[in-house]
T-cell receptor, first 112, second 113 residues
Framework: SQTIHQWPATLVQPVGSPLSLECTVE??????LYWYRQAAGRGLQLLFY??????ISSEVPQNLSASRPQDRQFILSSKKLLLSDSGFYLC???????????FGPGTRLTVT | SQQGEEDPQALSIQEGENATMNCSYKTSINNLQWYRQNSGRGLVHLIL?????REKHSGRLRVTLDTSKKSSSLLITASRAADTASYFCATDAQGRGADGLTFGKGTHLIIQP
C-alpha cells in the first residue's frame, strides 16, 4: 500500500532563517506531487506541483522554492523565512492530475 | 480566485441528525471531490463525482452535483461525534492539466453529543 511521510511535524524558526521540509512517498512510482499551505482556519493554497523528477511548477510567486531530486521525494525550501510563511504545510500525491489526492500528516511551521 | 466555495462556514448539529454542506464553483469541471480534515491533520479523500454524474453514495455520505448551477452538496446521514471535522470541496478545472485541484475554504462541522 502507498504511504506518504512528511517531516518534521512541527517547526519553530526565526525570521530570516532557512527552511527545508521533506516529503516522501512509498508504494507508487512517478506520482504527481504537490505542496500546499493552509493558513489558520482557511482553505488550501497550492504552492508547487511536480509531474516528474526535476519538473517543478509554481502557482504563487513567493520566497519559497521546491525541488524533486528523486521520483518520490519532494522538498520545500526557503533561504530566508518571513513571518507570513507561518502556516500548515501539506504534501500530497496523486496518480494523475485531477484524480484523488493523498495527503501527508502536515508540518506546522511557526516563524517568530 | 477561489474555485470552490463551501457554505455554511460552520455547522453545529446534534448527534444522529443529518448534516448538509454545499459547494459552489465557477468554471467547467471534469470532476468534484470532497475531503475531510480532522484538526491539525492532513486531508482525507471522501468521494469523487464526475461531471456526467448527478448523485453518488458512499456509506453514510451522499453527494450531488448540478453542473448547470455549478454546485454540489455533501450530505452526512446519522451523524456521529467522529464526524466532527472540516469538510472541503475540490475541483479540477477543465484544461488546467497537471496542476490538479482547487480547494474551497471548508465547512467546519461540529457534532454535539
Amino acid at each position: 500500500s502507498q504511504t506518504i511521510h512528511q517531516w518534521p511535524a512541527t517547526l519553530v524558526q526565526p525570521v530570516g532563517s532557512p527552511l527545508s521540509l521533506e516529503c516522501t512517498v512509498e508504494g507508487t512510482s512517478n506520482p504527481n506531487l504537490y505542496w500546499y499551505r493552509q493558513a489558520a482556519g482557511r482553505g488550501l493554497q497550492l504552492l508547487f506541483y511536480s509531474v516528474g523528477i526535476g519538473q517543478i511548477s509554481s502557482e504563487v510567486p513567493q520566497n519559497l522554492s521546491a525541488s524533486r531530486p528523486q521520483d518520490r521525494q519532494f522538498i520545500l525550501s526557503s533561504k530566508k523565512l518571513l513571518l507570513s510563511d507561518s502556516g500548515f504545510y501539506l504534501c500530497a500525491w496523486s496518480v494523475l492530475a485531477a484524480h484523488e489526492q493523498y495527503f501527508g500528516p502536515g508540518t506546522r511551521l511557526t516563524v517568530t | 480566485s477561489q474555485q470552490g466555495e463551501e457554505d455554511p462556514q460552520a455547522l453545529s448539529i446534534q448527534e444522529g441528525e443529518n448534516a448538509t454542506m454545499n459547494c459552489s464553483y465557477k468554471t467547467s469541471i471534469n470532476n468534484l471531490q470532497w475531503y475531510r480534515q480532522n484538526s491539525g491533520r492532513g486531508l482525507v479523500h471522501l468521494i469523487l463525482i464526475r461531471s456526467n454524474e448527478r448523485e453518488k453514495h458512499s456509506g453514510r455520505l451522499r453527494v450531488t452535483l448540478d453542473t448547470s448551477k455549478k454546485s454540489s452538496s455533501l450530505l452526512i446521514t446519522a451523524s456521529r461525534a467522529a464526524d466532527t471535522a472540516s469538510y472541503f470541496c475540490a475541483t479540477d478545472a477543465q484544461g488546467r492539466g497537471a496542476d490538479g485541484l482547487t480547494f474551497g475554504k471548508g465547512t467546519h462541522l461540529i457534532i454535539q453529543p
